[in-house]
């Protein structure tokens, strides 16, 4: 599926915001500054700009690949252009020729060339006639290789969908972007304020201890957030009797909110799986509501993340939401 998007002015927040419509509602071909052309025997195409006839995409003379747990395409590039985008990654060089960027979330954030916590499977082209972008829409694994006159792309699975951007600036392509994805939920006012967050504060008293730093230095701190630490052997909507007992770590956020402060505890979607006759009820009340994913067998699907053996919340199930709503609530209401 080929998507040419083309909004001419830079996004602007509208007033209707939380009503908005999608971004080609209303939108026709013939509104587009971009066209496509394609050839059915062998398949190719080209992506080119109306008003200029620049090709801005083009995958003539190079082979499409659709086979099962293989997709490949790719486009010339010409010269002096510049790729960006395709996040997330903590990569030694971006994007400059010979470079692989592999787009599958990992969080190996502390290792040159590695993956982050997310995937953008979109890239911006920037030319001295104007900028473009190309979105490819899927969540399967993929990886670019960006050549200097060239740029490839693979994934093992899913359909190849593509959107394309007229730009025709990189702020401008981006603005479409978002706009065809959806813009980002509004936040609170206190959101915008400083959060600190970090892995390795494993107590209260630690906790109490970055408070009264930022207060002493006179540094305005909004929020403080934990990182799992607080957990009981790293389960979900629990903590740990020894260095978060209940009715300290109670005391230590309302003195927070007594100072119009935040606390935001972080909440891994990996229920602990317990393989004996252990009793943990936020498994056992989501496994009532038939909440996680399984296997195409039926049977629960069981991976491993901090806790040990881990099932997980499936959303997109009816009743998981209720569920972990309620968690949440009941869990909240103990502080």
Do not use: C
């Not at 509104?31 to 050839?39: A, C």
């Not at 025997?41 to 082979?63: H, Y």
């Amino acid at each position: 599926m080929i998507q040419p998007v083309d909004l001419s002015h830079t996004y602007v927040l509208p007033d209707d915001y939380l009503n908005r419509p999608t971004a080609n509602e209303g939108f026709s071909k013939s509104d587009s500054n971009l066209v496509f052309q394609y050839e059915e025997e062998p398949f190719t195409f080209n992506i080119t700009r109306k008003d200029t006839n620049e090709v801005l995409f083009s995958t003539t003379g190079n082979p499409l690949v659709f086979s099962n747990q293989f997709l490949q395409f790719n486009t010339s590039l010409p010269q002096n252009h510049t790729i960006s985008g395709l996040g997330e990654s903590y990569h030694r060089y971006i994007n400059e020729a010979g470079s692989v960027r592999t787009l599958f979330a990992s969080d190996k954030s502390t290792i040159v060339d590695a993956n982050l916590y997310g995937t953008h499977p979109v890239y911006y082209d920037e030319r001295k006639t104007g900028s473009h972008a190309v979105y490819w829409r899927s969540s399967a694994p993929q990886e670019v290789l960006v050549e200097d006159h060239s740029l490839t792309w693979r994934s093992i699975s899913g359909i190849i969908d593509l959107y394309f951007y007229a730009g025709p600036t990189v702020p401008d392509a981006i603005s479409q972007f978002v706009s065809s994805i959806g813009m980002p939920t509004l936040q609170p006012y206190w959101a915008l304020g400083y959060h600190q967050s970090r892995w390795g504060y494993d107590s209260i008293e630690k906790l109490e201890t970055v408070v009264e730093n930022f207060k002493k230095k006179d540094i305005p701190l909004e929020t403080l957030w934990s990182d799992i630490d607080y957990m009981n052997k790293s389960r979900d909507f629990t903590s740990d009797p020894k260095s978060f007992p209940e009715s300290n770590f109670t005391s230590f956020i309302n003195k927070l909110h007594g100072s119009s402060q935040h606390y935001v505890p972080i909440v891994d979607p990996a229920i602990y799986y317990p393989e004996s006759d252990e009793v943990y009820d936020v498994y056992s009340t989501g496994l009532q509501h038939d909440a996680y994913l399984k296997n195409p067998d039926g049977s629960l699907y069981v991976g491993e993340v901090w806790p040990g053996a881990t099932v997980f919340p499936d959303f997109f199930a009816n009743s998981t939401e209720e569920w972990w709503t309620r968690v949440l609530s009941t869990w909240h209401g103990k502080r």
